[in-house]
């Protein structure tokens, strides 16, 4: 998204400034693996914080936030019980989609496009978890690699069901991106799969 500044790199930062986020890093793996729950559906947890809460919290702290949220929504632990050991703890809003919102995914393994075709990302809001980046929606691209076949995200998230659907590294001028933000000749990779996508 525009407007947060420039992505600030700290060459020597370590994998954890505090023991307590090495600790979260294992109960996620571990809550995960128990409960069922996939990546896509954790990603989505996180997307799903209050955006004040999300701006003003670590990255571990957001892993906290989805892992408390996805085992209160099994049920695995209540909000009571969560609130009686933490205090008053922030769960990221329920989801807005459910899993019948995704029945219109019709995958296929058999890639549709080749290297060097043209295409244009479709421009589809989903209120849901997706992989599909907002600032290459309704852009041209020209696929530079075609890749294999991968769960689709939108899916797994909302279902618990793997289907898969091909993707491909999709090259887009800078210019096509950002109008006036970019150098000459400059170009973008993003990996998209084929459902978000239509020939030229």
Known sequence: MEGFGSVEVDAGEPAFRHAWEARMFGIAGGALASGGFNTPMFRHAIERMDPGHYLTSSYYEHWLTAVATLLVEAGTISPDELDARAGGFPLSHPAAVGAGDVDAVTPSETPRYAVGDAVRVRDVQFAGHTRCPRYVRGRRG???????????????????????????????DAAELWSGAAEPNSSMLVDLYEQYLDRV
């Open 142 to 172: 020209v696929i530079a690699r075609v890749d294999p076949a991968a769960p689709i995200p939108e899916v797994e998230a909302h279902r618990r069901e793997r289907m898969l659907d091909p993707s491909y590294s999709v090259r887009f």
